[in-house]
């Protein structure tokens, strides 16, 4: 199998590789497929592969081509993952700093960072999307690029159901609570589990094990919440009133005020930090030698440490499983081999909120997923009631050679559903603006969204976006 990554100078790329050099995917990917159009980046990424190939059995891991020709880098594609990052950090820096400034959260996939994200992320994406349709149309493409639910949302008219949105924090929500509440859940499968939201915006409200549901049990027991980052990060009164888990970036609407604090109180912002790390980093990989993969790995341990650090007190780690990485390769990876023919896998992913068989893509190779969509839209049932059967939805799908198949969720609660909806119709919007230059669009996504909530400081957040963010400009223009 060959595999391009679109985004392969990104700083996550060494885990995919090692997942694909050791353990249960060692062998699925004959062919790596870097593809970036940085090349300082690209060659800091191939340095560090090199000396993880140097240290393993001779062999073991997928051959590389790094490349700067897109088309080169589709050609002959069975499987592409896409993690690409337009305007680099600078523009996350921009995301998170200005919202800040107006006394807003600062993130870069939640709230107005996220939009603006968007808003570069799904031109680019779309041209991605177009080039496989005419280069490999039978690849899957496996999407990483965040907002990962918008940006999936946007690339359904173009592939149908051969895209999929991968982000592996609904899975460590799951796995972790398991864990804390003595449930075995074998790998590969979600008997027992439900789960329903968007990308970073959902909640675990069933556990089964052996036919009892633990996560009562769990929920009303402190110690065990202590246990594990989630059962941390929300108080148990609101975890007993929602009974169910919110994933961890619900942090951001449960406590807007914490985190805000938190992000205003640091000396940078995330994005800041990680600019400053990767603007001396990657140079560094480039030439350090067989030692790349040491200072790499020193650099993602560092990194991991950092994350959601607003949302924990003075002195609290992380949980060692995360910080020993792995989550989102894990689960992109058995997408894929689940997808070329490997055994059917059970899996939290990002597709379309329709449970309809005939949401299949039919014969391999098939470019017209506008009309697959448009015959199945009237058979379609959602996978969550109270959402439009068309949106892009994160829930537990059963994955096998014909796609992702998301599993029927309970309806989810009063204010569960309201807080999707609005979301989901600013998702809408921003994927509006992306696709039709319209700034009007985007300008209502940010006074419609909960963490904004003002026409007024949505037209200041636009503004200043604009200013920073040349790109923004030329999509109203039809650049």
Not at 197 to 210: I, K
Not at 335 to 340: E, G, N, P, T, W
Not at 357 to 376: F, K, L, Y
């Amino acid at each position: 199998m060959r595999l391009t990554i679109a985004g392969g100078g990104g700083f996550r790329v060494p885990l995919v590789y090692r997942a694909l050099s050791s353990g249960p995917f060692a062998g699925l990917v004959r062919e790596l497929v870097l593809y970036d159009v940085d090349a300082g980046r690209l060659a800091a990424i191939e340095a560090v592969l090199a000396s993880m190939a140097q240290q393993g059995p001779p062999g073991t891991g997928p051959q590389i081509r790094a490349v700067s020709s897109l088309p080169e880098a589709l050609d002959g594609a069975d499987m592409v993952f896409a993690a690409i990052r337009p305007g680099g950090t600078a523009g996350r820096t921009a995301d998170e700093r200005i919202a800040l400034d107006l006394g807003l959260l600062g993130q870069e996939t939640t709230g107005a960072g996220g939009i603006s994200y968007a808003l570069r992320s799904i031109p680019p994406m779309l041209r991605l999307a177009e080039e496989m349709r005419s280069r490999c149309p039978a690849a899957w493409l496996l999407n990483f690029t965040n907002p990962a639910g918008m940006v999936t949302e946007a690339l359904v008219p173009v592939l149908g159901p051969r895209v999929i949105g991968i982000c592996d924090s609904a899975s460590g929500l799951v796995h972790r609570a398991a864990r804390a509440a003595g449930v075995a859940l074998p790998e590969g499968t979600l008997d027992g589990v439900g789960y329903y939201g968007l990308n970073h915006l959902g909640w675990l409200y069933r556990l089964e094990s052996a036919g009892r549901d633990a996560l009562p049990e769990l929920l009303a027991n402190p110690a065990a919440l202590s246990g594990f980052e989630e059962g941390r990060l929300f108080p148990p009164g609101l975890l007993a009133g929602l009974g169910g888990l919110p994933n961890e970036y619900l942090f951001y609407y449960y406590d807007t005020a914490r985190a805000v604090s938190g992000m205003r109180a640091a000396e940078q912002t995330r994005g800041e930090s990680i600019a400053r790390q990767q603007a001396e980093l990657y140079p560094q990989l480039a030439a350090a030698g067989p030692e790349a993969f040491a200072l790499w790995d020193a650099a993602r341990l560092s990194r991991e440490e950092g994350y959601l650090a607003e949302a924990r007190t003075s002195g609290e780690r992380r949980d060692e499983t995360d910080l020993a990485g792995g989550g989102y390769e894990r689960v992109a990876l058995a997408a894929m081999r689940a997808l070329a023919g490997g055994g059917a896998a059970d899996l939290i992913l990002n597709t379309r909120n329709t449970v309809d068989a005939a949401e299949s893509t039919g014969p391999a190779g098939s470019t017209e997923p506008e009309a697959g969509a448009a015959r199945s839209a009237a058979q379609a049932v959602p996978a969550v009631p109270g959402l439009p059967a068309d949106a892009v939805v994160e829930v537990p799908c059963r994955v096998t050679p014909d796609g992702a198949v998301p599993v029927p969720q309970d309806r989810p609660g009063p204010a569960q559903l309201e807080l999707m909806r609005r979301v989901k119709d600013v998702e809408r919007l921003v994927v509006e603006a992306a696709t039709t230059g319209r700034r009007e669009a985007a300008l209502a996504a940010f006074a419609r969204h909960p963490l904004v909530d003002s026409e007024v400081l949505a037209g200041k957040l636009l503004a200043r976006y604009e200013a920073a963010i040349p790109d923004l400009v030329r999509l109203w223009h039809g650049g």
